[in-house]
């Protein structure tokens, strides 16, 4: 399948999230991280943050635990690119497989945020991989802190198809 570049720069959804405590000591335990800054908010005032922090790689499931009704309007206007690939992939048979991704930091998620999600496809393309096609679909979700608009992490997402 050659790979349709239009939809890179396209936006995938809009997300607005609050972060809870219970969330993310269940999230702090299920990764089995015991460090105390991530359950004990008095442990989380002596190591210098305003509330328990979330541990890293929490913004990767945030959207499922703290997102309710009033959401922000779906820039995609529902019409999702990631659905558009990745069904007829889907259909062509092989294996789905979740890629890389990554966070950049621009200040800790800390319990009490409110963040603004907004994801988009940032690359899409195939790579020839010992006689099989791969299929790569890059999705990047930039969450900024809904009371300043400052940045508060970068996640990049890579969804590979292979056949």
């Known amino acids: ?20 405590r219970g969330p993310v000591d ?3 335990t299920a990764v089995t991280d015991e460090n105390p800054v991530f359950h004990n908010r008095s442990a989380a005032h002596e190591a210098g943050f305003d509330d328990v922090p979330a541990p890293p790689t929490y913004s990767f499931v945030m959207q499922h635990y703290g997102k ?29 497989l979740h890629g ?21 496809v940032i690359d899409f393309y195939d790579k020839d991989s010992k006689g099989h096609v791969m299929t790569f679909l890059v999705i990047e979700t930039v969450w900024t802190d809904e009371s300043t608009g400052e940045p508060v992490v970068t996640e990049r997402f890579n969804v590979i198809h292979r056949a």
């Open 100 to 120: 890389e991704e990554s966070f950049e930091y621009h200040r800790p998620i800390v319990v009490g945020d409110v963040l603004i999600g907004e994801a988009k």
């Open 26 to 28: 269940v999230f702090a």
């Open 1 to 20: 399948m050659a790979v349709d570049e239009s939809v890179i720069g396209q936006p995938t959804g809009a997300y607005r999230v609050v972060i809870e």
């Open 68 to 96: 309710f009704d009033d959401q922000p309007e779906d820039p995609s206007g529902g019409a999702n690119p990631v659905a558009d690939i990745m069904g007829p992939l889907m259909a062509s048979g092989g294996v789905i």
